[in-house]
């Protein structure tokens, strides 16, 4: 059910503040992208490194998940898939705001495509302590809902909205909006989900971004002898706003 519509960004309102068009090659410099095949606590089957992840000169960044493990060793033995998680944790993080994207997600048994914010003092406190806000995540099992989630230690929350057609139809926009009162989930300039804070969030420090496109693991199972590789995740912007102070008089 829509409970509330999202406008977009108006001005005078919300100030951009970080944004990445990736218009060009050196738009990869924002991200650093992560690596290794441990199955991140989640037994993904995926190895991740940065040659997956490239800008199609039509805008877009394209984040490939390869039935190819690139020689690599995971933790169940040769990696048998590749892809890409890439983060702005050294480039840049924020508190509060307006968190958007505009993705083309792809849909199928095993594919697990994000995109995601992480407090940035996980290093310190660890997770879910540092909290988690999943600005949407999808599987193969449910093909036309988009899903939104936030973790912390002891409280999780969850909303869902169903599409009328697959995700990975066409482009949407995913965002949060974030303030100290709490969190709205949208897609597509409608509100459908809401977290109200709460004494002790961990939601009250500046978080960084994620995107990734996983492979297999305990949420989307494995994939199936229908899933189309190479898969990919189109990324046509990330922009980030912060909320404008009212004007004086």
């Known amino acids: 059910m829509v409970t509330q519509q999202a406008t977009a960004p108006a001005a005078g309102r919300w100030k951009l503040t970080w944004?990445?068009?990736?218009?060009?090659?050196?738009?990869?410099?924002?991200?650093?992208?992560?690596?290794?095949?441990?199955g991140w606590s989640l037994k993904q089957l995926q190895w991740y490194g940065a040659s997956n992840a490239s800008v199609d000169g039509q805008g877009d960044l394209v984040?490939?998940?390869?039935?190819?493990?690139q020689g690599r060793q995971c933790w169940y033995g040769a990696c048998r898939y590749s892809s890409v998680r890439m983060n702005t944790l050294s480039t840049f993080t924020q508190a509060y705001g307006r968190f958007e994207a505009r993705i083309q997600v792809p849909i199928a048994a095993g594919l697990w495509p994000a995109f995601w914010l992480?407090?940035?003092?996980?290093?310190?406190?660890?997770?879910?302590?540092?909290?988690?806000?999943?600005?949407?995540?999808?599987?193969?099992?449910?093909p036309d809902v988009v899903q939104g989630y936030a973790h912390a230690l002891h409280n999780n929350h969850n909303g869902y909205f169903t599409l009328p057609r697959p995700l990975s139809a066409g482009f949407h926009v995913y965002g949060v909006d974030w303030n100290p009162q709490g969190i709205t989930w949208f897609v597509d300039g409608y509100r459908y989900a809401h977290m109200n804070a709460y004494p002790g969030w961990p939601f009250s420090h500046p978080f960084y971004i994620i995107l990734d496109l996983a492979v297999g693991g305990a949420w989307p199972g494995p994939p199936g002898a229908s899933t189309h590789f190479p898969a990919r995740m189109l990324v046509d912007w990330v922009r980030v706003y912060r909320a404008a102070p009212p004007k004086a008089g």
């Open 63 to 69: 984040i490939t998940a390869s039935k190819s493990g």
């Open 19 to 38: 944004q990445d068009e990736f218009n060009q090659p050196t738009s990869l410099r924002k991200w650093a992208f992560q690596t290794g095949g441990t």
């Open 118 to 142: 992480e407090g940035a003092n996980i290093s310190k406190v660890g997770w879910p302590r540092c909290g988690e806000v999943d600005i949407v995540e999808s599987n193969g099992q449910d």
